[in-house]
């Protein structure tokens, strides 16, 4: 399974971006799939997931009321609508897909991962 992730780019601070991140295979349709990022300096983080019919979802507090996981499974597609973005957020968005159909929060549980996608916020 490849993913192919894309919408990062360069944004004041307050903007929005849209990630959205698309799997070769249908593999993705009965995973969980989730966002994790890294930031220069630092360990990757988890940012968000859903399960695999897009009925439980789960975000890291930093992001919570920000940032919208979705997914469309006839596209094999994840999305990541981010909104009111700050400095902080500034990092390498990856995609991936979990072992199982749950949302999960660890990236132990990941079996796929994108290459990353570039989100810088400007303050």
């Known amino acids: 399974v490849q993913l192919q992730a894309s919408g990062g780019g360069l944004v004041q601070a307050g903007g929005s971006l849209s990630l959205s991140c698309t799997a070769t295979r249908r593999t993705g349709s009965n995973n969980g799939m989730g966002w994790f990022r890294q930031a220069p300096g630092k360990e990757r983080e988890f940012v968000a997931t859903?399960?695999?019919?897009?009925?439980?979802?789960y975000y890291a507090d930093s992001v919570k009321g920000r940032f919208t996981i979705s997914r469309d499974n006839a596209k094999n597609t994840v999305y990541l609508q981010m909104n009111r973005l700050e400095p902080e957020d500034t990092a390498v968005y990856y995609c991936a897909v979990a072992r199982t159909a749950a949302a999960s929060t660890s990236a132990y549980y990941y079996q796929y991962w994108g290459r990353g996608t570039l989100v810088t916020v400007s303050s």
């Open positions: 859903i399960s695999w019919n897009g009925g439980t979802t």
